[in-house]
Nanobody, 122 residues
Framework: QVQLVESGGGLVQPGGSLRLSCAAS????????MGWYRQAPGKQRELVAA???????NYADSVKGRFTISRDNAKKTVYLQMNSLKPEDTAVYSC????????????????WGQGTLVTVSS
């Protein structure tokens, strides 16, 4: 079984910063892409940022220049550094690994974390 566990959410004032972490565990052979999604109340889930095992990144236009995604392949962990936070960044942030290769089987899994709430408010 493979799990993703997020941490680092919370309440922050506008203009502040937060760092989210997502650690993968279980019978993992490899993980290519890891990403962060968010869903605000009443809105559809959207991709915030993604990163490949080689370090290529992709960002939503709304967070470019403010958020930075990074990963530690040895720790199977992805991070999201969020700076200059705005009230519209308030959402549940979820980690996703869409193509986890399970050790010993060659199977691919699409795995999601449980989500962590980020609230930007004064």
């Amino acid at each position: 079984q493979v799990q993703l566990v997020e941490s680092g959410g919370g309440l922050v004032q506008p203009g502040g910063s937060l760092r989210l972490s997502c650690a993968a565990s279980g019978s993992i052979f490899s993980i290519n892409v890891m990403g962060w999604y968010r869903q605000a109340p009443g809105k559809q889930r959207e991709l915030v940022a993604a990163i490949t095992s080689g370090g290529s990144t992709n960002y939503a236009d709304s967070v470019k220049g403010r958020f930075t995604i990074s990963r530690d392949n040895a720790k199977k962990t992805v991070y999201l550094q969020m700076n200059s936070l705005k009230p519209e960044d308030t959402a549940v942030y979820s980690c996703n690994a869409p193509s986890v290769v399970v050790a010993g089987s060659g199977r691919y899994l699409d795995v999601w974390g449980q989500g962590t709430l980020v609230t930007v408010s004064s």
